[in-house]
């Protein structure tokens, strides 16, 4: 009933994406949608839209939406072309097929990446201007009028030259007769109607009145409710269980045992903690019993000090340094985060000897189909996915051990089941963002020029557990993410990676990826190399960057629009940082207050955004407020740590999210450009890390290496080489 990596893999290789990554923005064929849409509307001339007769166009979305606003923007990419209202559409979840609804720049059926636009800009305007070419074209031959004089509009083809009008509907049934057209032309971004303007989210109204459906929402005719307890130490096993007692409490029904964990079944959710609590279960540790904290640092920071496999080499770094006025050099830790996703892990499975249904909200449902296939033997066709909107993500639902659990729980119980996970079981048995201990030099010039940079960065590898083939020549890609394309102008530059995996943790992706941990370390450093140089940070960091015009211009965007340089009063302080990822270029600005406790209240925060063509602006300044939150939360609170092989946070108590009298103000500025779209969803998280320690540097003179950040504003942190620095930056 175990599904290993490795397994994940060869499964979605071979029925996810035909042996290898399928990449390219062909839409399927319509024989592939009729085996995967299930539907009596007469015309679908693709995977993502169909028009049934009454007229009504349903898009058929392959990116879930867990928060970031897809089920807008994607339609309106749809709506452009077919020249339709948007508010008018219906959505649906695209059912489990990673052949049809493969994320072109990813070849899984994935949302993840801040790839929804990225990926879908050019497929989606296809879907929906080559619809509208048909439908032109079926009231074309009604008419027998030349094509050219027919133009879509509002849900209608108009005969331009006679004013005629066929509605989309009376035409979709002579539309889908019609040959799919290979080739169909596509609005330049100076026709655009919709795409660009601001646009409510089309999914507010039922996540206001409850209408809408989140896996944990899922209730079905006999259903019962499964809670788990997992080994408390990671590795360990299931040592004994008092059945009896917890048979006891009404309305249990069954206590479940697993090799590391054991559930409780019960007619409710709160009979089954009463179960579960009654069963007082033992464990044995297993070998990471007396695992901490202390432990996986101390492991990290030795194998920092050997030689890593090179991620990029440029002229000679070690020369470069050793040869400077000035060297400059620092450690910097980033604790085990977790994704606390304010739905916590859920799922329902109904398993017969027929079929398993499976009701969840997943990132990932065509490789969740395939690891379910092989976990209970069935066929794809019986293996049945129901996708639910995500109640938060963040990297969490790229991962299907929940779902692999719930199904081990429904193979013992006859009927439906939903396992919840409690908040203490999502916190504690988290797969977490890994802990990361960079060591960083570099040389400064008698004139304060940056003349070489030397980083060689330890910790977990995702890629390795995940998609072994993307390690090239022993560097993991996304560990070394933001040091590798360091966005400043240097000749010498040299990146090392030393993996070393913490005893039993599961690690993965979190909100950023490796853009946050890369960004939070350059961006630090960047501030302690300009005040080594006696420079303003700013100054700096610009002087740096004159073959890099949009990072450039988004850094003295925010700048601008912070009051950079304006003196604030004592204790107060601003940072900045700059942010590269995901085909966007971000800048933030923090501005803090450090009272004489040390406590760090952040008070403002200014965003400049160039992530090339806009689709919904609307979308992206909430994606950057959103970010930035998650990002402070972090920062300043987020840290999981370990005591006696367990993880110690429990609930949002000591795992903190920023309170609402705790935000900043945020200001968000959007740049227009005609760029490629890039990604919004995670690197507003990135930047804000940095730009709120180098505040805190600002204000206080004292360095923040270590997150998060916690008391050491009050006593600065000791943690690396000590540096001759100004007690008060240039722009505090």
Same mark, same amino acid.
């Given at each position: 009933?175990?599904?290993?990596?490795?397994?994940?893999?060869? *499964?979605?290789?071979?029925?996810?994406?035909?042996?290898?990554?399928?990449?390219?923005?062909?839409?399927?064929?319509?024989?592939?949608?009729?085996?995967?849409?299930?539907?009596?509307?007469?015309?679908?001339?693709?995977?993502?839209?169909?028009?049934?007769?009454?007229?009504?166009?349903?898009?058929?979305?392959?990116?879930?939406?867990?928060?970031?606003?897809?089920?807008?923007?994607?339609?309106?990419? *749809?709506?452009?072309?077919?020249? *339709?209202?948007?508010?008018?559409?219906?959505?649906?979840?695209?059912?489990?097929?990673?052949?049809?609804?493969?994320?072109?720049?990813?070849?899984?059926?994935?949302?993840?990446?801040?790839?929804?636009?990225?990926?879908?800009?050019?497929?989606?305007?296809?879907?929906?201007?080559?619809?509208?070419?048909?439908?032109?074209?079926? #009231?074309?031959?009604?008419?027998?009028?030349?094509?050219?004089?027919?133009?879509?509009?509002?849900?209608?083809?108009?005969?331009?030259?006679?004013?005629?009008?066929? =509605?989309?509907?009376?035409?979709?049934?002579?539309?889908?007769?019609?040959?799919?057209?290979?080739?169909?032309?596509?609005?330049?971004?100076?026709?655009?109607?919709?795409?660009?303007?601001? @646009?409510?989210?089309?999914?507010?109204?039922?996540?206001?009145?409850?209408?809408?459906?989140?896996?944990?929402?899922?209730?079905?005719?006999?259903?019962?409710?499964?809670?788990?307890?997992?080994?408390?130490?990671?590795?360990?096993?299931?040592?004994?269980?008092?059945? #009896?007692?917890?048979?006891?409490?009404?309305?249990?029904?069954?206590?479940?045992?697993?090799?590391?964990?054991?559930?409780?079944?019960?007619?409710?959710?709160?009979?089954?903690?009463?179960?579960?609590?009654?069963? #007082?279960?033992?464990?044995?540790?297993?070998?990471?019993?007396?695992?901490?904290?202390?432990?996986?640092?101390?492991?990290?920071?030795?194998?920092?000090?050997?030689?890593?496999?090179?991620?990029?080499?440029?002229?000679?770094?070690?020369?470069? *340094?050793?040869?400077?006025?000035?060297?400059?050099?620092?450690?910097?830790?980033?604790?085990?985060?977790?994704?606390?996703?304010?739905?916590?892990?859920?799922?329902?499975?109904?398993?017969?000897?027929?079929?398993?249904?499976?009701?969840?909200?997943?990132?990932?449902?065509?490789?969740?189909?395939?690891?379910?296939?092989?976990?209970?033997?069935?066929?794809?066709?019986?293996?049945?996915?129901?996708?639910?909107?995500?109640?938060? =993500?963040?990297?969490?639902?790229?991962?299907?051990?929940?779902?692999?659990?719930?199904?081990?729980?429904?193979?013992?119980?006859?009927?439906?089941?939903?396992?919840?996970?409690?908040?203490?079981?999502?916190?504690? @048995?988290?797969?977490?963002?890994?802990?990361?201990?960079?060591?960083?030099?570099?040389?400064?010039?008698?004139?304060?020029?940056?003349?070489?940079?030397?980083?060689?960065?330890?910790?977990?590898?995702?890629?390795?557990?995940?998609?072994?083939?993307?390690?090239?020549?022993?560097?993991?890609?996304?560990?070394?993410?933001?040091?590798?394309?360091?966005?400043?102008?240097?000749?010498?530059?040299?990146?090392?990676?030393?993996?070393?995996?913490?005893?039993?943790?599961?690690?993965?992706?979190?909100?950023?990826?490796?853009?946050?941990?890369?960004?939070?370390?350059?961006?630090?450093?960047?501030?302690?190399? #300009?005040?080594?140089?006696?420079?303003?940070?700013?100054?700096?960091?610009?002087?740096?960057?004159?073959?890099?015009?949009?990072?450039?211009?988004?850094?003295?965007?925010?700048?601008?629009?912070?009051?950079?340089?304006?003196?604030?009063?004592?204790?107060?302080?601003?940072?900045?940082?700059?942010?590269?990822?995901?085909?966007?270029?971000?800048?933030?600005?923090?501005?803090?207050?450090?009272?004489?406790?040390?406590?760090?209240?952040?008070?403002?925060?200014?965003?400049?955004?160039?992530?090339?063509?806009?689709?919904?602006?609307?979308?992206?300044?909430?994606?950057?407020?959103?970010?930035?939150?998650?990002?402070?939360?972090?920062?300043? @609170?987020?840290?999981?740590?370990?005591?006696?092989?367990?993880?110690?946070?429990?609930?949002?108590?000591?795992?903190?999210?920023?309170?609402?009298?705790?935000?900043?103000?945020?200001?968000?500025?959007?740049?227009?450009?005609?760029?490629?779209?890039?990604?919004?969803?995670?690197?507003?998280?990135? =930047?804000?890390?940095?730009?709120?320690?180098?505040?805190?540097?600002?204000?206080?003179?004292?360095?923040?290496?270590?997150?998060?950040?916690?008391?050491?504003?009050?006593?600065?942190?000791?943690?690396?080489?000590?540096?001759?620095?100004?007690?008060?930056?240039?722009?505090?």
């Amino acid at each position: 009933m175990s599904t290993t990596r490795r397994d994940f893999l060869k *499964i979605a290789a071979a029925s996810a994406i035909g042996g290898g990554l399928q990449i390219g923005f062909d839409l399927p064929a319509r024989a592939e949608v009729r085996d995967t849409l299930i539907t009596d509307a007469p015309f679908a001339p693709n995977a993502f839209l169909r028009v049934d007769r009454a007229g009504k166009v349903t898009f058929v979305s392959p990116m879930i939406e867990m928060g970031q606003g897809t089920y807008t923007s994607l339609p309106m990419l *749809i709506a452009e072309e077919l020249e *339709i209202d948007v508010d008018k559409m219906a959505i649906e979840h695209s059912p489990p097929d990673d052949k049809v609804y493969a994320n072109p720049l990813i070849g899984l059926q994935m949302t993840g990446g801040s790839t929804s636009i990225r990926a879908m800009f050019v497929p989606l305007r296809r879907a929906g201007a080559t619809a509208r070419v048909m439908l032109e074209t079926a #009231a074309a031959q009604q008419w027998n009028v030349d094509p050219s004089t027919c133009r879509g509009k509002n849900g209608a083809v108009v005969h331009v030259p006679s004013g005629r009008k066929l =509605g989309y509907g009376k035409l979709a049934e002579a539309a889908a007769k019609l040959p799919v057209p290979e080739k169909v032309a596509l609005k330049t971004p100076a026709d655009f109607k919709l795409v660009g303007t601001p @646009h409510r989210r089309l999914d507010l109204v039922g996540k206001i009145d409850g209408s809408a459906k989140f896996g944990i929402d899922t209730r079905l005719p006999g259903m019962k409710f499964a809670v788990l307890a997992i080994s408390p130490a990671f590795g360990g096993k299931l040592a004994a269980v008092d059945e #009896a007692k917890a048979m006891a409490v009404p309305g249990v029904s069954q206590v479940i045992r697993l090799p590391d964990a054991v559930a409780v079944v019960a007619s409710h959710t709160w009979a089954a903690k009463q179960g579960l609590a009654a069963a #007082a279960p033992q464990w044995d540790l297993g070998p990471n019993g007396k695992l901490t904290t202390a432990d996986v640092v101390a492991q990290l920071a030795t194998v920092s000090e050997q030689q890593g496999a090179v991620a990029r080499h440029d002229g000679d770094a070690s020369k470069a *340094i050793a040869s400077a006025a000035r060297k400059v050099e620092a450690r910097y830790e980033q604790p085990f985060l977790a994704h606390a996703a304010m739905e916590p892990m859920n799922c329902t499975v109904h398993l017969t000897k027929e079929g398993c249904d499976i009701w969840v909200g997943t990132q990932i449902p065509g490789v969740t189909q395939a690891v379910l296939m092989q976990v209970t033997g069935l066929p794809r066709e019986k293996v049945r996915i129901h996708n639910h909107l995500l109640g938060g =993500g963040f990297g969490r639902r790229l991962e299907f051990d929940g779902t692999v659990r719930a199904v081990q729980v429904a193979r013992q119980v006859n009927g439906p089941v939903q396992l919840i996970y409690t908040r203490e079981e999502d916190l504690q @048995h988290d797969m977490y963002r890994p802990y990361y201990y960079d060591r960083v030099s570099a040389g400064l010039d008698a004139k304060g020029n940056l003349v070489g940079w030397s980083h060689r960065i330890a910790g977990s590898s995702i890629f390795a557990r995940s998609f072994p083939t993307i390690i090239k020549n022993g560097v993991d890609p996304d560990a070394v993410e933001s040091v590798v394309n360091l966005p400043y102008g240097l000749n010498d530059i040299h990146v090392e990676w030393v993996a070393q995996e913490p005893p039993g943790i599961p690690t993965t992706f979190w909100r950023g990826v490796g853009v946050t941990r890369g960004t939070f370390v350059v961006e630090s450093f960047m501030d302690e190399l #300009a005040a080594a140089a006696q420079q303003d940070p700013l100054a700096f960091r610009v002087a740096l960057l004159d073959k890099n015009p949009r990072a450039k211009a988004v850094l003295q965007l925010a700048a601008q629009r912070s009051g950079w340089g304006k003196r604030l009063p004592a204790g107060q302080g601003r940072g900045i940082a700059l942010c590269i990822g995901f085909g966007s270029f971000i800048a933030q600005v923090v501005q803090v207050r450090v009272d004489k406790d040390g406590a760090v209240a952040a008070t403002n925060v200014w965003c400049a955004v160039d992530c090339g063509i806009q689709v919904n602006p609307d979308t992206i300044r909430a994606q950057m407020e959103s970010g930035i939150v998650f990002g402070l939360s972090a920062a300043l @609170h987020g840290e999981i740590t370990l005591k006696d092989g367990r993880v110690e946070q429990t609930n949002f108590g000591d795992y903190r999210v920023l309170r609402i009298n705790e935000t900043p103000r945020i200001d968000v500025t959007l740049v227009k450009s005609s760029e490629t779209p890039g990604g919004i969803g995670e690197p507003g998280t990135s =930047g804000v890390m940095p730009a709120l320690t180098n505040a805190i540097f600002a204000a206080t003179g004292k360095r923040i290496r270590k997150l998060p950040v916690g008391a050491q504003a009050a006593q600065g942190d000791v943690h690396g080489a000590p540096m001759n620095v100004q007690q008060e930056s240039t722009n505090a």
